[in-house]
């Protein structure tokens, strides 16, 4: 056993349990660590925006001079005024700080949701719509190496089967019974398992994250363990 010495280690210690002592109850040193995390997350994300997002993105735009001391890469570039829409609907969202005015940040708002839902519209229809449909194109039957091959049968036979029951889940035209009832359940069946895996995978990303910080206890601060 070697106890660090470094006082950031500490320190992250200190906040690793203080958000751990939360399974115990809400007290003072789990809200001291949660208000500095989005403290700091907010600060950090507010920098990046600025130097990542707004001066190469708006200001190096609209006037390339204004950046040559700290992007100097765009500083020669000719300015392309169109970029002021963007600046105005952006100067307008933050209209959304006052009381008088805070009417105004539903235009930008509207204009932003309608453009981001057109665009993610088409994205996603390719993607995942499209995509889905044509994953689901499949023979019932593979014929691999000219033979029968029972594996890639059976998994293709068993999407396509659930893929059909999961919509006939859906289809609230019919009334479930009979076969079409046994379909519908066959389709909750399928959709509780895909939740459950995804939950899973959900729940195994989160132990990872425990294990990290468990490693950090026990290695780094306390050195029980070798990382």
């Known amino acids: 056993m070697h106890i660090s010495a470094n006082i950031m280690v500490w320190f992250g210690a200190f906040l690793t349990l203080s958000i751990l002592s939360f399974l115990y109850k809400d007290n003072v040193f789990y809200k001291f660590a949660e208000h500095l995390f989005v403290g700091v997350s907010a600060a950090y994300w507010m920098v990046i925006g600025i130097w990542g997002t707004l001066f190469p993105n708006l200001i190096a735009k609209i ?50 949701v309608g453009t981001t839902a057109g665009f993610n519209l088409v994205r996603y229809l390719r993607s995942d719509f499209i995509g889905q449909v044509r994953n689901t194109l499949i023979p019932l039957i593979v014929i691999k190496d000219g033979s029968f091959n029972f594996i890639g049968s059976f998994s293709n036979t068993v999407i396509i ?49 425990l294990v990290g910080r468990m490693q950090f206890l026990m290695g780094d601060w306390l050195g029980i363990i070798n990382r």
């Open 63 to 112: 006037y390339p001079g204004g950046v040559r001391f700290v992007l100097p890469s765009l500083a020669d570039r000719p300015p392309e005024y169109y970029y002021i829409i963007p600046a105005i609907l952006g100067i307008l969202l933050l209209m959304r700080l006052s009381k008088k005015l805070g009417w105004i940040s539903r235009w930008p708002l509207a204009f932003i």
């Open 161 to 209: 089967v659930g893929v059909l029951c999961g919509l006939i889940y859906f289809f609230f035209s019919k009334e479930h019974k009979g076969a079409f009832g046994v379909a519908s359940r066959i389709g909750i069946w399928i959709l509780m398992i895909t939740f459950g895996a995804g939950f899973g995978y959900t729940v195994m990303a989160r132990i990872s994250l």
